[in-house]
């Protein structure tokens, strides 16, 4: 059971963050850089203790753990060596010049201030106590007030002391770094609506997403939210691709949309093709595949129960063929797939709807004007899928022109499911797949999220924060009147 | 008289909107500076028709608005330069690599959609119909849909006129840039609501820009708002300065307060000292200086009875002392200072008012303390200037360290009235000054507003934006594999 934490001791811990915050503005990127690996080798340091426990929270089996796990140490990495380089820093200095009525500007981005991160469920590591939104948050320089995700309660604890110890380590304020437990919906409108928070990060549901989204718009001051909210990830598969790949397709959608029973925001949960010959042999792939894929425990209960429940009402809606389906265990999340027509699918807003799990559609089209219907009216998606031939690219400009628009990461060929930690990825989309796709939550850039820009006039060179000294002590790349280099400014002394 | 576009209209614009939006989202950078330039060219060709309209319609004097025209045109190229120059496509590649789980992935910037401007008043060229945020948005790749500012309709027309001669032009469709005019308050909040519309851009009071981020957060799937809504831009002066230059900042005070009659987003509305000899200096000063201050015609009657009334109600408030009026002159602003002392400052919220046009606040401090408590009760700011010798600064680091956090451009000395245009510029800080203080509504970097980021995965080179080339056709800065270079990338091919 996990404990809750008190209002009055979030109150206290938030009046950390905010003094913390103080001492976080005066570290340099380095310092922060030197803290986040600190963190990585902590993560690392921990040891089989660790996964025993989030195994049996989470029913994740140790493989796919021991992955997460140095994923998320790797994450705080490739952040930490992003931040030393000044990437997030973006400083920009333009020097008086006779013709300015300025004279010396100098911008850096400094932290946003405090930040809530909400843990998810699905990845116990990597999206949650010591996942990316909480490395790129500090990277950023904001203190960090983490709600643990009460599905894995021991686990969030087992990170939160990870950080805890490197913050001690270092002799940093306390306040750096928090630890609030608690299932009660409460909580989390209590820490979004404090007026010391300053920005806020979640995964998980749209319905958790949308409600701290709305909190946070309707305060005083209102914040920014960024909440990674899932999609249903449309595969739309085109013709001469699918006529030499039905089968090969038809396996690995089968592998996507169940792997790790489903429990992925980039899930495939559409296959849009055209009715024929070879979507026949597609569906009939499917239904051999799928019977191969045993069932397996989902995270918990909540997750389950959620699963059977929005599959039921989606096989409740008329005109839907289920055309197969495993074998049922409890607990268990067996995979289905329906397939319904173009009509009903752009008809019925059910059947837009996310289901999590290992759930998906097949909408068979009639024509191709079906497909540019269901791209127009589709909503916001983490990512789409193009399976094509270099022919059916050129065959189909207009529908992929305005599938761009809808999207965050768009594939050629390929499945969605899972990210890489780089600075290309692009983890968040139109809404409702996050409520900013400005931002993305996943690689080194996550930690725009949360700096913003101060400007400093005419200041002595002395009192400039060390990014934008002449000097450039940290040799970071600098935008100089226009121009970047990584160099010191040779000033004539006036 | 405005006419009010009607209902079918807007709806039509915008629909048009969305059309020329597939189109710019296909244009390239260079392609759209070379547009960018073409609207500076028509800006500048402008003559003294021009002007005579704007300054009948807005009391501006020539001289003024000659300068403004041309920093409008200045503000066209220098974004158009950074467009070009790809620094708002933040190209990113990271090629397949063995050890890579997704294989090669891409991303680059591309436009939001739609973009609704609500231009402002006191800039009739700069910051409204062919201002700022309407070059930052078509730089972005974004449709325009400006909704003209009633108080200098004609002003709004050439300005349309001269952008939709540049469209025409270049053959480009015509729902790039549109033109709504009307006074009523349905018509903002109708383009706000409206579903195909992306983002709001707007520079005006509190309650307009409010309100249009509350209907903007509101929608079924709410977009950015990105409203410039003024403030008080505080002054600290402290003592070591304050004894040598009390008489020379008092003058620098005055003239910055009453810089174009105090219609300034940037208008310095308070100045906070310690009591003593020197501050009874600057006093006297202040009282000789703004007898010299000609009271000028406000920019309209709306403006200007907003002036009379809010002034008056901070007028009224207890233990204020009125240290300075000029003569009253009808519809002109005569500049006015009050003075309190730092208690009634912070216990009555309607001092912390903005009252638009030249109207001051001296607060008179009795204790260090007095200020601290000032800096920790402000709300977020444009700027803040910290007027001081180094010894100042040095004495009230801790102060100064708060004041960071609470302003998006700090001045050493210096006034803060007017911005310059430049990458290193931050016109933006915390709430209330900007809905969001992440960004800058003036510099080249205001363009970031209205990018989000689109990721590919495994895109064959043909069908990649010439962004993301193999080739780099259009030689930009790309970070490829974490380090930043202009080349073409040279593969083996597979």
Redesign the interface.
């Known amino acids: 059971m996990m404990e809750e934490t008190s209002t009055q001791n979030i109150d206290k811990r938030i009046q950390m963050a905010v003094e913390a915050?103080?001492f976080l503005?005066?570290t340099t990127i380095n310092e922060r850089a030197e803290f986040m690996n600190a963190v990585a080798d902590q993560i690392e340091a921990l040891g089989e203790e660790l996964l025993t426990v989030t195994h049996a929270e989470t029913s994740l089996p140790l493989a796919r753990l021991t992955g997460e796990k140095a994923r998320t140490a790797g994450q705080w990495r490739s952040y930490a060596?992003a931040v030393a380089a000044g990437i997030y820093t973006e400083a920009?200095?333009?020097l008086a010049q006779p013709e300015?009525?300025?004279?010396d500007?100098?911008?850096y981005n400094?932290g946003?201030?405090p930040v809530v991160v909400f843990g998810a469920s699905n990845f116990p590591f990597a999206f949650s106590t010591a996942g990316g939104d909480t490395a790129s948050a500090i990277g950023a320089g904001c203190p960090v007030i983490i709600k643990a995700h009460p599905a894995h309660p021991q686990t969030s604890q087992i990170m939160a002391d990870a950080i805890s110890a490197v913050v001690k380590a270092f002799g940093w304020p306390e306040g750096i770094f928090s630890h609030i437990t608690g299932t009660s919906y409460e909580i989390g409108a209590y820490l979004t609506q404090h007026p010391d928070i300053r920005a806020i990060a979640f995964t998980g549901s749209f319905n958790g997403g949308k409600a701290l989204?709305?909190i946070a718009?309707?305060r005083e001051?209102?914040i920014?939210v960024f909440a990674e909210m899932g999609s249903i990830n449309p595969v739309f598969a085109f013709q001469n691709l699918l006529e030499t790949k039905a089968e090969a397709l038809a396996k690995e959608y089968i592998t996507s949309l169940t792997l790790g029973v489903g429990q992925f925001c980039t899930n495939p949960g559409v296959f849009i093709a055209l009715k024929g010959e070879s979507f026949n042999r597609f569906i009939n792939t499917l239904k051999e595949e799928i019977q191969k894929v045993a069932p397996v425990k989902m995270l918990h209960k909540g997750i389950f129960d959620n699963f059977e429940k929005n599959k039921s009402i989606a096989l409740e809606q008329p005109d839907v063929e289920i055309i197969v389906s495993a074998e049922t265990e409890s607990s268990s999340g067996n995979a289905t797939v329906i397939k319904t027509s173009a009509g009903n699918f752009l008809n019925n807003p059910v059947l837009s709807e996310e289901v999590f799990g290992p759930f998906g559609i097949v909408v068979a089209c009639e024509t191709d004007e079906d497909l540019m219907q269901i791209a127009r009216q589709l909503k916001?998606q983490l990512t789409i899928t193009i399976a094509a031939t270099?022919e059916d690219?050129r065959d189909n400009s207009t529908l992929i022109?305005?599938l761009?628009?809808k999207?965050?990461?768009?594939?050629?060929?390929?499945m969605p499911t899972?990210?890489?930690v780089?600075?290309?990825?692009?983890h968040?989309g139109?809404?409702?797949s996050t409520?900013?796709?400005?931002f993305?939550s996943v690689g080194p850039?996550a930690v725009k999220r949360f700096?913003?820009?101060?400007?400093?006039?005419?200041?002595?060179d002395?009192?400039l924060p060390d990014e934008l000294k002449n000097e450039n002590p940290l040799q970071i790349?600098r935008?100089v009147d226009?121009t970047?280099n990584s160099g010191s400014l040779k000033l004539q002394t006036t």
Chains 1, 2 share one sequence.
């Open positions: 915050f103080r503005k005066n060596k920009r200095i333009d300015k009525q300025k004279g500007l100098r911008k400094v946003i201030g989204f709305d718009s309707r001051n209102p920014p916001g270099h690219v022109t305005i761009k628009d999207c965050g990461r768009l594939l050629f060929n390929g899972g990210v890489e780089v600075y290309s990825m692009q968040g139109p809404f409702p409520t900013d796709s400005r993305t850039d700096v913003r820009p101060v400007c400093f006039q005419n200041w002595p002395e009192f790349s935008m226009g970047v």
